[in-house]
């Protein structure tokens, strides 16, 4: 019992120190050992360290710009529902950056993320900014088009990396039929 104990406290304090220890290498830009300690911590289930160990390969601290490997540690994040990690994707798909360039989807993302009030604040600051640059590089036509499409759809879509994704299946209530718009908050028009 002694020992099961010992455990129980030992873990959540090495994590702890595992965590002190890599924000430390990361403030003091030690980027090769800071990655070591997030890796140890998203091994065990951190979402925010892998959130970190994409972020890292996204802007090039480890070397060359890695969007793939920001892609891998954002998408592990995210099946684990990290929001900051989906809003990151979003990112990758408008940019065109490790993925084809999807601005409908990466709108779709973004839209989700606020829609749904996934993250903290801080999400959604950061999330709401993205979405706005999004909407600036797309025409109505194309608002409308990425409307169209089912949530389930652009979860396909981020599951498969834009590659033989099935469309709307019937059954799917499309974006733009979901209950969170306002009533006329939307124009009234058919998806082809």
């Excluded at 160990?53 to 920001?70: C, F, R």
């Excluded at 999004?134 to 025409?139: C, E, G, P, V, Y």
């Excluded at 759809?153 to 994704?165: A, T």
């Amino acid at each position: 019992m002694k020992i099961l104990l010992f455990i129980f406290f030992l873990f959540p304090s090495l994590a702890i120190a595992g965590k002190t220890e890599a924000i430390s290498y990361l403030k003091t830009g030690q980027y090769e050992k800071a990655v070591k300690e997030f890796e140890i911590l998203a091994s065990g289930g951190d979402t925010k360290a892998m959130v970190t160990v994409g972020e890292l390969h996204y802007s090039g601290k480890l070397g060359s710009n890695d969007y793939e490997q920001a892609h891998a540690w954002w998408y592990q994040a995210y099946k684990a529902g990290n929001a900051d990690a989906l809003s990151n994707i979003g990112v990758l798909y408008r940019d065109g950056k490790g993925v084809e360039q999807n601005l409908e989807v990466a709108y779709n993302i973004f839209l989700i993320v606020h829609m749904r009030g996934l993250g903290g604040q801080n999400t959604q600051i950061r999330n709401n900014g993205n979405l706005r640059k999004t909407i600036a590089r797309l025409d109505q036509e194309r608002v409308k088009k990425a409307l169209c499409y089912s949530e389930e759809y652009v979860y396909r879509y981020i599951d498969s990396k834009g590659k033989s994704v099935e469309p709307t299946k019937q059954g799917e209530i499309r974006i733009k039929n979901k209950s969170w718009w306002l009533e006329d908050e939307l124009p009234n028009y058919e998806c082809t």
